[in-house]
């Protein structure tokens, strides 16, 4: 059974078998996941956003993507910057960032930028890391199984199972995260309708308030008001004239007066009876007698 020089095949190299499906690297693969962003697949850069189904993105990717949404279709779900939550993430004092990064060196994938400020647990995917919606803390889930309060450990904000959003979840975990999503937008859409109700009834209120509804007129009605009507207005402007014409008279009265002559008391009754204006003169036959008496020699 040799060939030339004594070599024995083996069974695989005369039997064709059906090849293994590729196998990926588990920890490069977690990895991935957790310092790259869901829609440009590039590393994550400050501010870290996070959406209701648990996926990581850097901002500036999202707001790329809500103006050109031909980029990606893993985040059709995010319809607004209300749809992703931005991350209060704690950083971890211990990690230094390689200057390079070489293809032949070692690459460490333990060490994360980020821990949780509870347990101190590294976010590098070996644990399950979740985001508290109401507050967007990050915790790992050791912290809230450990600590069994509905009330934030690092900020105080109370919030509830449902407001749990688990990152980069597993198969198991999807479903969860997609069933409270569906709570979470069915009650803020509750929220805004009982808002909107409330502020048209008040509205309503302040309308009928100022406005009073006036009741329907008949025909007959309608004819007395109007005449009620004129006979005011008529009223009025009689009512104007009348003012007008007793303050001319008084004007007329006034000048009257200040234009009459007020005799001087000083002066004597013989200076005064000089003028024809004086009583004696008045009382005075004006035919035989004439008021000034004077000398002229031409009678003589």
Not at 60 to 71: G, H, N, T, Y
Not at 221 to 233: A, E, G
Request: aromatic share 6%; hydrophobic share 30%; with cysteine.
């Amino acid at each position: 059974m040799g060939c030339d020089g004594g070599t024995i095949p083996k069974r695989h190299e005369l039997i064709k078998t059906a090849k293994r499906p590729a196998q990926k690297d588990k920890d490069m693969d977690r990895n991935a996941k957790w310092s790259s962003c869901a829609i440009s697949q590039q590393g994550l850069l400050p501010p870290i956003m996070c959406c209701e189904l648990g996926k990581l993105y850097s901002k500036e990717s999202v707001l790329e993507f809500l103006l050109d949404r031909s980029i990606s279709d893993s985040a059709s779900h995010i319809r607004s910057l209300k749809d992703v939550k931005e991350l209060k993430l704690t950083k971890n004092i211990g990690y230094k960032k390689p200057l390079l990064e070489l293809a032949d060196q070692y690459h460490e994938t333990q060490s994360s930028e980020y821990v949780c400020p509870v347990v101190g647990i590294e976010m590098n995917g070996k644990y399950k890391f979740c985001v508290l919606w109401t507050c967007g803390c990050v915790l790992s889930e050791r912290a809230l199984k450990e600590i069994d309060t509905l009330s934030c450990h690092s900020c105080g904000v109370k919030f509830t199972k449902d407001n749990i959003v688990i990152i980069n979840p597993e198969e198991t975990d999807v479903s969860t995260n997609e069933s409270n999503m569906i709570k979470r937008r069915e009650l803020a859409k509750l929220v805004r309708k009982e808002k909107k109700d409330s502020k048209d009834a008040k509205r309503k209120l302040d309308q009928a308030s100022f406005k009073i509804p006036a009741a329907p007129l008949s025909k007959e009605s309608s004819t007395s008001s109007i005449d009620s009507n004129q006979s005011v207005k008529r009223t009025k402007v009689e009512n104007k004239t009348l003012n007008t014409v007793c303050k001319v008279q008084q004007n007329k009265e006034k000048i009257t007066t200040s234009s009459e002559e007020i005799p001087d008391a000083k002066k004597s009754k013989v200076y005064k009876s000089l003028f024809s204006s004086s009583e004696e003169s008045k009382n005075r036959d004006r035919n035989k007698i004439s008021n000034w008496v004077t000398y002229n020699p031409y009678h003589l």
